[in-house]
């Protein structure tokens, strides 16, 4: 079954506030200063957002590992 383009926004911005949120926490640790984890998370949640969407509609458009749903008609 494909998936909507809406679908695959939602799931973009849904796991980059999560992985964004890992960013700052990561760096935070690195580095031990707020300011810096904070731009690199919030350099990092525009770039990774474009790259995820994408990604995902790649990998909608291709059939590996999809089962095909029958088509019923009666």
């Known amino acids: 079954m ?3 383009a809406y679908r695959s926004v939602a799931k973009t ?3 980059r506030a999560l992985g964004t ?3 700052i926490i990561i760096s935070y640790f690195i580095t031990g200063n707020l300011v810096m984890a ?6 990092e949640v525009v770039t990774k957002m ?3 969407y994408f990604h995902e509609r790649a990998w909608n ?14």
Request: charge should be neutral; aromatic fraction near 12%.
């Open 2 to 4: 494909a998936e909507k």
């Open 13 to 15: 911005v849904s796991w």
């Open 21 to 23: 949120l890992d960013t």
């Open 38 to 43: 904070a731009s690199i998370g919030s350099i």
């Open 50 to 52: 474009v790259l995820y």
């Open 61 to 74: 458009k291709i059939s590996f590992g999809k089962i095909k749903e029958p088509d019923y008609q009666i």
